[in-house]
């Protein structure tokens, strides 16, 4: 994983809690680099989860609110700092359909050794789209907070259903309809 996806996580942490509980999570946790991070190194997603974890642990939140949270904080982060990919996009659907094709293709550009989730869209009618989310990382309900947050960017009606999720969290359906 991206250090860029940790460095996102300690600026959320920062605002939402405080840099204190930042310095607590990172001497809770069990990390792999005991809390140094770069925006371009890789590093393994095992300690984004165990920070989460630990965060659940000092504020008795879930863990998969924790995830779903950081999601939607992510995408907005996202839009500032990556503008280019939501220009002349038109609403959630359009951007959602280029995000395997368009965005991941960037990522790898600059980044070979990034392990991006696979996104498949199946766009049904104009009001209604499938999208299969796999990764090899547990972050099916980060794939729902970024859905989410890119519903709310776009200003859109769009009610998200969640049939499937695989155990491990490696793998979603989400089902999406335009009200």
Request: charged share 20%; glycine share 4%.
């Amino acid at each position: 994983m991206k250090g860029e996806v940790f460095l996102e996580f300690f600026k959320m942490v920062d605002e939402v809690f405080s840099p204190e509980m930042t310095e607590h999570l990172i001497d809770d946790a069990e990390l792999s680099t005991n809390g140094i991070y770069t925006a371009v190194g890789t590093y393994p997603p095992a300690d984004i989860l165990n920070l989460v974890v630990a965060l659940s642990k000092r504020t008795d939140a879930p863990v998969g609110d924790l995830v779903h949270a950081f999601g939607k904080y992510l995408f907005n982060s996202f839009t500032i700092r990556y503008p280019h990919f939501f220009e002349n996009q038109s609403d959630a659907f359009e951007f959602l359909k280029g995000v395997d094709d368009y965005i991941h293709v960037e990522v790898h550009k600059l980044y070979p050794e990034a392990s991006t989730p696979k996104i498949t869209v199946e766009q049904s009618t104009p009001h209604s789209m499938k999208l299969e989310y796999s990764s090899q990382c547990p972050f099916a309900e980060l794939a729902n907070g970024l859905l989410h947050a890119c519903i709310e960017y776009f200003q859109q009606d769009i009610n998200i259903e969640r049939p499937f999720t695989a155990e491990n969290g490696q793998a979603a359906e989400f089902q999406l309809s335009k009200v």
